[in-house]
């Protein structure tokens, strides 16, 4: 039996979803859009399993993930989503997410999928970094300051924050920023660096981005 935290906005596939992951004995925390999601699953850490829907109302479920992951959430997400194109599937894995299922779906096959994936739970890293993203607001706050980011200087910044202390290379925090076969110069990538230095300071973090010549960058 597993705790799955589920985020749809559609009323018809939530109720199968919970119906179907009861029979199956696990127990079901719903939300319905993904500032829902984000306060629910953030920090609760007896999560097993999250069902992310990639197109919510309100925010991109592979954003939703980055902050969840920023936040220090490591359940395995299983991504819902309608697009099924690859680029969608390479960034939603690039986002934090470790499966995926195309709607239209069959109930037993997610319930397959919560099975295999609440067997390995991610662990948790050992450093926090203090700071906190709002993918719905494109926010990130450090105690009770906060300051505005881009998308992409958000993309970027989650991708560091989910894996504090360790060097992420240049080209993972493009296929986490950029759209799918994006051609990003290494001076493009080094100015956005230079913005979220400045933003982390203005906002008194006590981590700071690193840089590993020749090789990406690290938070601490």
């Known amino acids: 039996m597993a705790l799955v935290g589920v985020c749809e906005d559609d009323p018809q596939i939530r109720r199968l979803l919970r119906e179907a992951l009861t029979q ?19 920090h609760e850490a007896t999560l097993d399993v999250i069902i992310l829907d990639i197109g919510l109302p309100d925010s991109d479920g592979r954003d939703v993930c980055q902050a969840l992951r920023a936040a220090g959430q490591f359940a395995p997400v299983l991504f819902l989503t309608a697009l099924g194109a690859l680029n969608d599937v390479v960034t939603g894995f690039h986002a934090g997410g470790d499966d995926y299922v195309t709607k239209p779906f069959k109930m037993t096959e997610i319930l397959v999928r919560v099975e295999a994936l609440s067997r390995r739970r991610r662990p948790s890293p050992e450093e926090d970094s203090a700071l906190r993203l709002d993918p719905q607001r494109f926010s990130v706050r450090c105690g009770t300051a906060e300051v505005s980011v881009t998308p992409t200087e958000f993309r970027m910044l989650a991708a ?5 202390g360790e060097v992420v290379r ?3 925090v493009v296929a986490s920023a950029w759209p799918y076969g994006a051609m990003v110069q290494e001076n493009t990538i080094d100015s956005y660096m230079r913005r979220l230095r400045h933003k982390l300071t203005e906002l008194g973090s006590p981590v700071g981005i690193e840089t590993v010549r020749g090789v990406g960058y690290v938070l601490r």
């Open 170 to 172: 240049r080209r993972d």
């Open 24 to 42: 199956g004995n696990h127990t079901v925390v719903m939300a319905h859009n993904g500032q829902e999601a984000f306060g629910l699953f953030a």
């Open 160 to 164: 560091l924050t989910a894996r504090p």
